[in-house]
């Protein structure tokens, strides 16, 4: 089965935070039928993150020819769930993921203890008929002796309650294949994130290649400091083997969406992804 194409809203996050409706207009215009929100900003707001209320853009999903297929909540908070999954039940969404946490290196405890707080949220979301999944970045391929954070997750999470949304870009910027962990992780995959590495990054590949110490805390601040906006480029005109990601993708039961996304760009945003759209019409078994 072909994967649809969808874009993750983060893409285009200056422009609708100014003027959402707008935006999504636009995102239309440019093709995209699936979108991913992501909030940012959960404390203060339980919705999609720019502050709109759910049956006022339902109706605008509804009227555009959009569809909500995941939203990225952070910070992920228990206290803060009931809100969110109202917000998201309203809206018609089915799915909520964790966008970014932050493990100590070196603390099994905490790992253990957050994947706890995982399966609690997994129970929530399954209570009210939807599902969470748990979105990687790159610190989630550091080693623990011999042993991936990212493993130690899926061992220690329920396959009923906490699913995937592998993000090849970070897998593969963490020093892995991503191919080998879709097929790790076949039918916990959910939802896939594409970005895409630029030719002239001026940087390694791997994160773990003289950029970050693969043995030290990552936190927030080390994240940040080392995200090189240069390091993302339109995707499908890079170089990461996407068409690999595709083939291996459509043999997991449980996937049905590949959504772009793109944390930096030079271009305006709208252009962004008009860009990655059109690039990614070349490769096979994708379709909007």
């Not at 409706?21 to 909030?39: H, K």
């Not at 959009?66 to 109202?86: F, K, S």
């Not at 610190?139 to 993000?167: C, H, K, S, W």
Request: hydrophobic share 35%; net charge negative.
């Amino acid at each position: 089965m072909a994967l649809k194409i969808g874009i993750q809203l983060y893409s285009v996050k200056n422009a609708i935070a100014k003027q959402p409706y707008e935006v999504l207009r636009q995102v239309a215009e440019a093709g995209y039928r699936y979108i991913e929100a992501a909030n940012h900003n959960a404390e203060h707001d339980p919705g999609v993150g720019f502050g709109v209320p759910a049956r006022q853009l339902q109706r605008s999903l509804d009227e555009l020819g959009l569809q909500i297929v995941g939203c990225h909540v952070n910070p992920l908070q228990e206290e803060l769930l009931q809100d969110v999954l109202d917000y998201h039940a309203e809206l018609g969404s089915t799915q909520i993921g964790c966008d970014i946490e932050f493990f100590p290196y070196g603390d099994l405890d905490y790992i253990k203890r957050r994947c706890e707080v995982f399966n609690r949220i997994g129970e929530l979301c399954q209570e009210r008929g939807m599902r969470f999944y748990y979105h990687n970045h790159y610190q989630e391929f550091q080693r623990f002796g011999d042993r991936l954070v990212y493993d130690l997750i899926m061992e220690n999470t329920d396959p009923g309650l906490v699913y995937a949304e592998m993000d090849t870009y970070w897998i593969a910027r963490g020093g892995q294949d991503p191919v080998s962990f879709m097929r790790k992780y076949n039918d916990r995959l959910i939802l896939l994130h594409q970005k895409d590495f630029p030719r002239d990054a001026g940087e390694p590949l791997c994160m773990y290649q003289g950029l970050v110490d693969p043995d030290r805390g990552i936190d927030e601040k080390v994240f940040m400091d080392t995200k090189n906006p240069d390091s993302f480029t339109e995707i499908g005109t890079g170089v990461l083997p996407i068409q690999d990601y595709i083939s291996a993708a459509r043999s997991c039961p449980n996937l049905d969406y590949i959504i772009l996304e793109q944390d930096a760009t030079k271009l305006d945003e709208i252009e962004s992804i008009k860009v990655s759209m059109k690039a990614f019409q070349k490769f096979k078994g994708v379709e909007l």
